[in-house]
């Protein structure tokens, strides 16, 4: 296992890769963590992190045009020749990520689709280029389920986030529910918290849908590592759902038993 995966929730999805396509997605999954890593490090500055990530920018463009550094970079210049992976992917996801070095919330959900779209769904469509994915629905596909694996994240990481000073769900949903930043920032556990995270996991779920209706039949061979993806993302939002949304010592987790639930029903079902 590549060191860019351990921990992923994704990481079952590897293991049905060709090895050329394992070793790609492992760097391109490495790359969002140095990233995400830099602007979740609360050691350093804003400028700091500004920089480090100008600094990846800069290795973007080596990537692409000249001679990439040892390590990562030269990990991701191979995959991006062998795929034909786009540059602007790349710099898509690096400004998306900048947002949370300066943005401490979102007010309404048309704002958080735009943070959403360049973290996540960007992200996807590097993937299906790698997993061979050529439909023409394939940037529907890739953002629908961007949507949805980002919300995921969220509402797991709801009273985390709060250590970052950083409120994803969106202002307008919080009023909807009169349930304000100070309530979260406080974690304090409410039945109008409840409700507002059901109401955005519904969103989640809606945003799944829609990307199982965009994925093209004729492919569908090409899709499995992203459909056992899909599934292990569904099945932590319904453990939290279950769980009732209480925050705890540690975030939502899949264990062993019940990853291997989801990736059988992935293959079964999809």
Partial sequence: ???YEAGSNF??????LAKPQR????SVYGYCRAIDDIADDTGISKEKKSLLLDGWAQEI???FYSAPSPGLPQELARAAAQYKLEKEHFLTILEGVRRDISKENYKTFEELKEYMYPVASVVGLICLKIFGYKSQRAEEYAKNLGYAFQLTNILRDVFEDINFNRIYLPIE???KFSYTQDDLRNLVYSDNFVKLMEFEAQRARSFYKQAREAAQNSEKASLRPAFIMTELYRSLLLK??????K????KTSLNRFEKSKAVA???LFY
Avoid: R, T, V
């Fill in 173 to 175: 949903d919080l009023e």
């Fill in 1 to 3: 296992m590549s060191p």
């Fill in 247 to 250: 925050p705890g010592l540690s």
């Fill in 240 to 245: 939290m759902e279950k769980n009732g949304f």
């Fill in 23 to 26: 070793q790609a997605l492992s």
């Fill in 265 to 267: 029903k992935a293959i």
């Fill in 61 to 63: 463009e080596k990537i």
């Fill in 11 to 16: 990481q079952p999805a590897f293991l049905f």
